[in-house]
C-alpha cells in the first residue's frame, strides 16, 4: 500500500511538471516565431525589391539595387553613422519633450474638463497643419540650429501621446475609483496608484507610434535647413543624383525608426507584464 500510494503522489507530481514543460516548449515556439515571421518578411521584400529593378530594367539613378545599397552601407559606413547620431539625439530628445509635455497636458485635461472642452480643439487643429508647413516657422523662429530640428520631433510625438494619455487616465475602473474616494484618497493619491496604472498600456501604444514618429519629424527638420544629420544626407544625395546614398540614408533612417521601436516595446514588457493582454 505505501509503495502504490508513493507511486500515485510521484505520478500526481510529474503532471504539474509535464504541464510546466509544455508550457515552456509552447513559448519558446511562440518567440522564435515573433522572431522568424518580421525576418521573413525584411527579406521577401529584399527579393520583391531586387526582382522589380531586374525584371523591369529599372535604371540605377532611380533605383538602384539592393546589392548597391548594401555595398554603400559599407563603403560609406563612417559618414552615414556621423549623419546618424545627430539625428538620433534630435529625435530622442524631442521624444522625451514631446512626450512629457502630451502626459502633463493630459493630466490637466483629465482634472480639468472645462480646460479640455476649450483647448483640445486648438490642439486638433494645430495638429492638421502639415509638419513641412510649421518647420520653416520653427526656422525662422528658432535659428538653424538644432533647437527647431528638436522641436519639430517633439510635436510629432505630442498629439497621438495626448490623446491616448486623456484616454487611458480616464479609463480607470468606477468601483475602484469609487473604492479609493471612500478611503479618502486624495488626487495625487488616485492618479498615481490608480490613473496612472490604468493609463499605462494607453501610453505605451501611442509612445510606439511616436518612437518612430520622432525620427521623421527630426528629418523633416533637417530638410529645412541643416549641414549634417540623415535628412541632411537624403538632400544632398537627392541633388546629386546619388541614389544609392539616399537609399542607404533611408535605410539609416528606417533602424533609427526600428531601434526606437524597440526600445519601447521593451519597456513596455518590463514595465506592464502585469496586464492581462500580457498574460
Known amino acids: 500500500m505505501a509503495a502504490t500510494a508513493s507511486g500515485l503522489a ?20 511562440e518567440r522564435r ?3 522568424l ?31 548597391a545599397v548594401a555595398h554603400t552601407l559599407w563603403a560609406k559606413r563612417a559618414v552615414l553613422w556621423d549623419n546618424m547620431l545627430p539625428t538620433a539625439i534630435e529625435a530622442a530628445a524631442g521624444f522625451l519633450m514631446g512626450n512629457l509635455a502630451a502626459m502633463a ?17 486648438v490642439v486638433v487643429m494645430f495638429n492638421s497643419i502639415p509638419v513641412v508647413a510649421k518647420a520653416p516657422i520653427l526656422v525662422l523662429i ?7 530640428k528638436i522641436a519639430i520631433a517633439a510635436l510629432v510625438c505630442f498629439f497621438p501621446t495626448l490623446v491616448n494619455g486623456v ?3 480616464e479609463s480607470v475602473n468606477p468601483q475602484a475609483m469609487e473604492l479609493m474616494r471612500v478611503l479618502s484618497a486624495s488626487r495625487s493619491e488616485i492618479f498615481f496608484k490608480l490613473r496612472l496604472f490604468a493609463a499605462l498600456p494607453y501610453l505605451f501604444s501611442a ?14 527638420g533637417e530638410w529645412i535647413g541643416a549641414t549634417q544629420g540623415i535628412g541632411a544626407m537624403i538632400i544632398q544625395a537627392t541633388y546629386n543624383f546619388d541614389s544609392p546614398l539616399l537609399y542607404a540614408a533611408i535605410v539609416m533612417s528606417a ?3 526600428g531601434a526606437f521601436f524597440m526600445v519601447i516595446v521593451a519597456l513596455e514588457r518590463l514595465l506592464i507584464h502585469w496586464h492581462p493582454d500580457k498574460a
Not at 531586374?54 to 533605383?63: G, L
Not at 497636458?105 to 480643439?121: K, S
Not at 528658432?142 to 527647431?148: D, I, K, L, S, Y
Open 207 to 220: 509612445l510606439r507610434i511616436a518612437a518612430s514618429m520622432s525620427v521623421i519629424g527630426a528629418v523633416v
Open 255 to 257: 533602424c533609427l525608426s
Open 167 to 169: 484616454r487611458g487616465l
Open 37 to 67: 515571421l518580421p525576418a521573413i518578411g525584411i527579406v521577401g521584400l529584399v527579393a520583391l525589391w531586387w526582382a522589380v529593378v531586374v525584371v523591369f530594367d529599372v535604371k540605377p539613378f532611380i533605383a538602384p539595387s539592393p546589392g
Open 10 to 29: 510521484a505520478a500526481a507530481a510529474a503532471v504539474p511538471d509535464a504541464e510546466e514543460a509544455a508550457w515552456r516548449a509552447a513559448q519558446q515556439r
Open 105 to 121: 497636458v493630459a493630466t490637466v485635461f483629465v482634472h480639468n474638463r472645462r480646460l479640455q472642452e476649450i483647448f483640445f480643439p
Open 33 to 35: 516565431r515573433r522572431r
Open 142 to 148: 528658432m535659428g538653424n540650429g538644432v533647437e527647431p
